[in-house]
């Protein structure tokens, strides 16, 4: 009986953010991977900046490296269409028989939980993990895992680390005004942004 976790985003690009949050949930967990996932169209956000496909793969690609518990799947891109974790969570549940699933999300996303396509069936799939922004939020959190345990019997995880303020809508601000993106993306991220000229 293995622990796999999903990570979710657009990743546009990948940031530290995204690979703290990975890292400390598979400690904290004792994970046995963490998938970094891509959505093919993310289904709530309009994003007119949105890097390829094959872009955003290749970012999260360099950003796992050298991180053994990270593995980057292309599932959702394969896929095609509006991304929904119902479906992602229905093929990992096929590609991992037997294994625990855990669904990690940030503090924004998780408050939104209840009203995403087939809720009752994400919780009955993945523990739902989550971290706060801060202390206020945290118990607000605790709250709502809560009323997601009463309603659904959901499993619900909320971490109790913070994490480094960063965003991809930052990152990609940065990129546009010429400014440095140094110690908020990867090394290797930031030369394949430069590389490619994306989010110029």
């Not at 999903?6 to 990948?14: E, H, S």
């Not at 990690?104 to 009955?124: C, N, Q, S, Y």
Request: charged share 25%; aromatic share 8%.
């Amino acid at each position: 009986m293995g622990k796999i976790a999903a990570l979710g985003g657009t990743f546009n690009p990948i940031h530290n953010g995204h690979i703290e949050l990975a890292l400390r949930f598979a400690e904290e967990l004792c994970l046995d991977r963490v998938l970094l996932i891509p959505t093919a169209v993310p289904p709530h956000k309009q994003s007119p900046d949105l890097a390829s496909g094959a872009h955003r793969l290749e970012m999260c690609r360099l950003a796992a490296k050298g991180h053994d518990v990270l593995t980057v799947s292309d599932l959702e891109i394969q896929r095609g269409g509006a991304s929904y974790t119902v479906d992602t969570l229905t093929q990992l549940q096929c590609q991992y028989p037997g294994d625990t699933l855990y669904f990690l999300t940030g503090a924004d996303m998780f408050l939104t939980l209840e009203h995403w396509v087939r809720f009752k069936d994400i919780a009955k799939k993945a523990v739902l993990c989550a971290v706060p922004r801060g202390e206020q939020q945290e118990a607000e959190m605790r709250r709502y895992a809560d009323v997601l345990r009463e309603r659904y019997e959901a499993r619900c995880y909320i971490a109790s680390f913070c994490l480094p303020p960063v965003s991809s809508t930052q990152v990609r601000k940065l990129v546009k005004e010429g400014k440095s993106i140094r110690g908020l993306t990867p090394d290797e991220v930031i030369q394949y942004i430069k590389s490619h000229g994306l989010y110029q």
